[in-house]
């Protein structure tokens, strides 16, 4: 995986996406659990009668990595990744139709996704990249963006 592979098609910075990785943090819970044996205090507590239920999507959880939609991760019917491939687009912003409607559900939950376009096409992705790595590393997460937005 290079990190043009992070660039979505539709603007986005895949290295910027808190379910790209689930692995770690699902592994760290996990271990906690494991090491309290949880599974047999959970059988005590009102309410956790499902946990055998969770303990096993936490366990799948601890498989999971999504290497971003040019990788084969994400929806692999996305009308945005098919247009692009289509019509040989590297993102939505070689496009002269953009933004278009079939971008809509994606700008809906990630507003910024224009502006990351109308950016790609003024500086260009290698530029872009860099510039989403430093705000990563800054601490930018859409986990954080999409969390404010359901207040």
Excluded: H
Excluded at 54 to 73: D, N, V
Excluded at 99 to 110: D, H, L, N, Q, V
């Amino acid at each position: 995986m290079t990190e043009r592979d992070l660039l979505a098609f539709c603007g986005l910075y895949c290295g910027a996406c808190g379910l790209r990785d689930l692995k770690e943090p699902a592994e760290k819970m996990k271990q906690i659990l494991d090491a309290y044996n949880y599974g047999e205090i959970a059988k005590f507590i009102p309410g956790m009668e499902e946990y055998p239920a969770f303990e096993k999507t936490l366990t799948e959880f601890t498989k999971q990595f999504c290497p971003g939609c040019r990788q084969g991760g994400g929806n692999p019917g996305c009308v945005i990744r098919i247009c692009a491939k289509e019509r040989g687009f590297n993102t939505c912003a070689d496009c002269n139709e953009m933004p278009c409607e079939k971008a809509k559900f994606i700008t809906e939950g990630y507003p910024s996704v224009i502006e990351n376009l109308k950016r790609i096409k003024k500086i260009g992705s290698d530029k872009w990249l860099e510039e989403q790595r430093e705000k990563v590393a800054a601490g930018f997460s859409y986990t954080d963006m999409l969390s404010k937005k359901k207040k």
